[in-house]
């Protein structure tokens, strides 16, 4: 007998964390996903187009990531021979790796309930 | 001296949790808002409104959530004298309290790495 595909479907949660600060989001999946881009890229016009969005709105998220933070996250450098380029500050690296972690431990604490959940769920 | 009032806001995590089959979203934030409100009001339109989406969309909303489940979360009442309505069923009850939970376990896990996070915000 043939299985049916969609059971063979991994069910599991995944968590998109909003740091907020009163009403605002000081820190959120997609800023995180972007500074994580731009150390791999080490340019925030790669980055931007890697995630999909315009430079000017990647520039306006690492702006106001840097503002709500007590060191900035990035670095920019402007001109020269590689034509300039983005890169994480130290502060930046532990934000990713906090972040990543909270959304691991999210996950984990996650799995009891997940479990009863996924026999309400069609097989 | 005066306190500066960004100093007296609550930073704290909001977790947005999707359960993923596969690639598909099972259930997310904004559906399990919606049969909150169904609850609440006992009408689908009132829910609708509530969330500031359009009655075809939460309808759309609910009936992809009941295809995904083994029992459906909401039945429909037509007609009759209270011009009809939507009720939640037991197995609708139940998803919203576990996804409720699997969020307050969330924000549990995420307090650790939250504390060090806020060091790195702006004070």
Redesign the interface.
């Known amino acids: 007998m043939a299985k049916n595909p ?1 059971s063979l ?14 009403n ?1 989001i ?2 959120g999946p997609g800023r995180v996903d972007l500074l994580e881009l731009i150390e791999k890229t080490g340019s925030l016009r790669s980055a931007a187009q890697a995630m999909g969005i315009s430079y000017m709105r990647a520039w306006n998220l690492i702006r106001y990531t840097n ?5 900035p996250a990035i670095k920019t450098v402007r001109g020269g021979k590689t034509g300039g380029g983005a890169r994480l500050t130290d ?1 930046g690296k ?2 990713i790796a ?2 990543r ?2 959304e691991r ?2 996950q ?3 799995r ?3 479990a ?2 996924k ?5």
């Open positions: 969609t479907q991994k069910v599991q949660v995944r968590p998109r964390l909003r740091v907020m600060r009163g605002e000081a820190l503002q709500c933070l007590s060191k502060s532990e934000i906090l972040y972690r909270m431990e999210s984990k604490a996650s009891q309930p997940l009863r959940l026999k309400l769920l069609k097989p």
